[in-house]
């Protein structure tokens, strides 16, 4: 455990001013992520389901009022492991909403003495582990009982929290179905992932694809009571209708986030320069609509004030359902509707970045150009080069070895194929932004 601890508490801390900063509307999580949706499932041995969660010096763990309960009270049960610590914000913002999650499956009677969550914890000393287990209603294995916890790290291969892991014996107990992507499920899911077998994920995703199946501009932005946009000057209402036929971004921003600060002016240049590429065109347009994480009315107003484009009154729900919809976990962010009303992609803002206005309009083919015309490129590009914003060599490395999404490190902007990257600590930036400097012998 203290290797796996020292190994990541580094990185982490280094990444979690940005993620601070960056998860403004729903926490951003450091863990394993699916590319798609087929969950990370795997077995292991029904002998193995309760003897993991005890060691030679105690076959017990801890509830929230300091007693000690058997192991062998999990039996039959379905187990969440929970792998956190309180200094990393993500964790803490998670287990806020795990919590409420937990409470109320408790409270469905059916469900009460089938579902347990015990805490495994990473936190640096016993006072950072009692403050934060403090927060939690569920058990936890033993601050002092470092073999159990670090077993547990080693066998479910933990190199991120917070990360959840989901063990669901089979009634013969011989076989245990393993879920590691917890934390993912419960972010899309919440209490409706329980009780995290295939069949209930099956059934989600099968109601998710009926969802966007069906999705249409109208019932995205629309309501009973309010089917326009606010538009300029003085907030005009402009009808959702108008936006039919139209490429739309969803831009989900507010005053108050500081990458914001930096994305946002880039996305008017772009946009209005997409515009004017569009000029003359009746077949197609663009349009970005404004979904606002701001505090207050005059917050948003300001804000508003400086964008071309259209946005959602201030407050109204259709902004927390489409966050919900869209599973925005961090903002600034730009998902991107085609013509048909269908989602494009989620990850409009980092092709904003690549490709600036070039990214228009967003769809498969089009990136799949643009990453061609990249790969072409970076064959010109030096194999290493030394960077003046940092200290170690950086190598060119493709997505797929090592640069797939990453932050910049210079612009602190996400980014996604070809990156140059630190191999001793991980430091990634943009080729774009790469400013070589010259390290002779004597260097």
Known sequence: MEEMEKKNITSMKEDEEEE???????????????????YQVASGSGGDYLSILASKDGDFLLSPTEAQVKVSELEGKIVGLYFSANWYSPCTKFTDLLVNVYQQLKECSNINLGFEIVFVSSDEDLNAFNTYRSSMPWLAIPYSDLETRRGLTQ?????GIPCLVILQPNDNKIDAAVIKDGVELVYRYGVEAFPFTKERLEELREKEKEKYDNQTLSNLLTHDARDYLLGHPSHKQVP???????????????????????FTPRLISVYKKIKQQLEGKEDEDFEIVFVSSDRDQVEFATYFEAMPWLAIPFG??????????????????LVVLGPDGKTV??????????YKENAYPFTKTRVGILEKQMDELAKGLPKTEFHSGHRHELTLVPEGHGGGAFICCDCDEQGYGWAYQCLECGYEVHPKCVKPVDRGPDN
């Open 20 to 38: 601070e900063i960056d998860n403004s509307f729903v926490p951003v999580y450091h863990s394993f992520s699916s590319k798609n949706d087929n």
């Open 155 to 159: 066998k479910f291969d933990v190199e």
């Open 240 to 262: 959702v209708a108008s936006l039919m036929g139209k490429t739309v971004g969803l831009y989900f921003s507010a005053q108050w986030c500081i990458p914001a600060k930096k």
């Open 316 to 333: 109204d729900p259709k902004i927390k359902a489409l966050a919900k919809y869209f599973d925005i976990r961090g903002i600034p962010s």
């Open 345 to 354: 992609t989620k990850q409009g803002r980092s092709l904003i970045n690549l």
